[in-house]
């Protein structure tokens, strides 16, 4: 039986999608609990507008996210920390701090999740900072700690 997904089912794939599944796995599970409406052809048609718009979406989204990184990287960022006599910080600066400075330095808004240290950082000097803007594009910033003051 062919039934258009209404929401994404692991291992069977994502809303829109129109997927052939047995008769009894369609009317026991996926219909009862909504995941899934049979197939017609108004509903394949809704479908398929519904698959157009999403490619769309994942090409604008892909876009800017290529245009974010293209800002991002190859810029130095400064970042004055408070820091004892051998270098090193009476805190850390964590993801969110990374997101705060790119967000007053270039206008960005970058979710903090999506910045990835090696580890909080501890200490003054030069560090790196993966940035995961779309699972096809990364950036990596370049990150100087210097002492307050």
Known sequence: MKVILIA??????????????????????????????????????????????KMARADRELKKAREEAQIISGHTFEIPAKAGEEGRLFGTITSRDVAELVKKELGLEIDRKKIHLEEHIKTLGFHEARLKLHPQVEAIIHLKVVPEG
């Open 8 to 53: 994404e089912v692991e291992g069977l794939g994502s809303r829109g999608e129109i997927v052939e599944v047995k008769d009894g796995y369609a009317n026991n599970y996926l219909i009862p609990k909504g995941l899934a409406v049979r197939s017609t052809k108004g509903k394949a048609k809704e479908a398929e507008q519904l698959a157009k718009e």
